[in-house]
């Protein structure tokens, strides 16, 4: 089971957005997903409440019950924890020891970016990420390339001490999607595919992710 957490001191990050989408096209892929939502605003797993309604293809669980443990299926292939906003990392401590994989999203606003760089430099402090045990990545979200504050957020991101794994355009689509219950990669149009290559960074990153922790 590959287990992915999906991290932010900063509310409005688009954690649950990035979670619910990682979930669909893991399950899309025919890899058993499971949507965990430990955050108390459960946009996550109001997602995954809508998108039952229309095709069972992604198990979602409630976090912060106690002894979700118990109730993950035998059989998940891929776990995508969405982590209550404005958490810190001694906070998440006990979803990092289950982890491969973290990753935190981070907008290009000035205020996002002092936010997150802090999240980061703690995340760093972990024992566990020291190791990269779990593997973490940066999330550029909500870019618009087209426009010089993204350009310098990029810039500005790859000069943080993890490594910038994808780059993800603002679109009003993933929230609309988010409010069906879909994702980006239910749809094959022309205007969708553009926008899911800019997810193969993260994909091919997360793919190597899963080869370390085989041959662990």
Same mark, same amino acid.
């Given at each position: 089971?590959?287990?992915?957490?999906?991290?932010?001191?900063?509310?409005?990050?688009?954690?649950?957005?990035?979670?619910?989408?990682? *979930?669909?096209?893991?399950?899309?892929?025919?890899?058993?997903?499971?949507?965990?939502?430990?955050?108390?605003?459960?946009?996550?797993?109001?997602?995954?409440?809508?998108?039952?309604?229309?095709?069972?293809?992604?198990?979602?669980?409630?976090?912060?019950?106690?002894?979700?443990?118990?109730?993950?299926?035998?059989?998940?292939?891929?776990?995508?924890?969405?982590?209550?906003?404005?958490?810190?990392?001694?906070?998440?401590?006990? +979803?990092?020891?289950?982890?491969?994989?973290?990753?935190?999203?981070?907008?290009?606003?000035?205020?996002?970016?002092?936010?997150?760089?802090? +999240?980061?430099?703690?995340?760093?402090?972990?024992?566990?990420?020291?190791?990269?045990?779990?593997?973490?990545?940066?999330?550029?979200?909500?870019?618009?390339?087209?426009?010089?504050?993204?350009?310098?957020?990029?810039?500005?991101?790859?000069?943080?001490?993890?490594?910038?794994?994808?780059?993800?355009?603002?679109?009003?689509?993933?929230?609309?999607?988010?409010?069906?219950?879909?994702?980006? +990669?239910?749809?094959?149009?022309?205007?969708?595919? *553009?926008?899911?290559?800019?997810?193969?960074?993260?994909?091919?990153?997360?793919?190597?992710?899963?080869?370390?922790?085989?041959?662990?």
């Amino acid at each position: 089971m590959l287990a992915i957490l999906v991290a932010s001191s900063k509310g409005g990050s688009g954690k649950s957005t990035l979670s619910a989408q990682l *979930a669909a096209y893991f399950a899309l892929a025919g890899k058993r997903s499971v949507l965990l939502d430990t955050d108390p605003q459960h946009s996550a797993l109001r997602w995954a409440e809508r998108r039952a309604a229309l095709v069972e293809d992604v198990v979602a669980l409630d976090g912060c019950r106690k002894g979700w443990r118990k109730r993950l299926p035998e059989d998940t292939q891929r776990l995508v924890i969405d982590s209550p906003a404005g958490s810190t990392p001694e906070q998440l401590a006990p +979803f990092l020891e289950i982890a491969d994989a973290v990753l935190v999203p981070v907008l290009p606003a000035r205020v996002d970016l002092e936010a997150g760089l802090d +999240f980061v430099q703690r995340l760093r402090e972990d024992p566990g990420v020291r190791r990269n045990r779990p593997a973490a990545a940066v999330v550029g979200n909500r870019l618009r390339p087209w426009t010089t504050l993204s350009q310098q957020a990029v810039e500005e991101l790859g000069r943080w001490p993890l490594p910038l794994v994808a780059e993800l355009r603002d679109s009003q689509a993933y929230a609309v999607l988010h409010g069906l219950g879909r994702s980006m +990669f239910d749809y094959g149009s022309q205007a969708v595919l *553009a926008q899911q290559e800019d997810w193969d960074p993260l994909f091919t990153w997360l793919r190597d992710v899963n080869r370390a922790r085989r041959g662990r």
